[in-house]
């Protein structure tokens, strides 16, 4: 009998990981599904808040606050840019760039 261990010759699948795109989900494209997924749970957090302190009604009025909210700066965000950077307005004047 042969080792199972030492001679076994598992088969090679292809392994494609997108061309240097980034993770899409449903339109939202890398770290903006977390915020996304971040505003569904925080609008169900604070449903659960409101339902306990005012009802039914300010728990779905809160949920649907959060959603809409998340929703709109998720998509805000995403239409700058994923790498989107800090930009300077302004004018500015450096005296010297040597250090001592």
């Known amino acids: ?3 199972a261990g030492k001679d076994t ?7 494609f ?3 240097q795109r980034p993770l899409e989900f449903m339109g939202l494209q890398g770290r903006y599904i977390y915020w996304a ?3 569904v749970g925080g609008a169900i957090i604070g449903f659960i808040i409101a339902y306990i302190i005012g009802g039914f009604v300010a728990g779905l009025v809160t ?3 959060f959603v809409v909210a998340g929703a709109a ?3 805000f965000k995403q239409r700058r840019g994923l790498h989107s ?3 300077d307005r302004g004018v500015f004047v450096y005296a010297s760039s040597k250090r001592l």
């Open 1 to 3: 009998m042969e080792s």
């Open 17 to 19: 990981r997108g061309l």
């Open 9 to 15: 010759r598992y088969p090679d699948y292809p392994l």
């Open 85 to 87: 950077k800090k930009v």
């Open 73 to 75: 700066l998720v998509m």
């Open 37 to 39: 997924a971040g505003a």
């Open 63 to 65: 949920l649907v606050a």
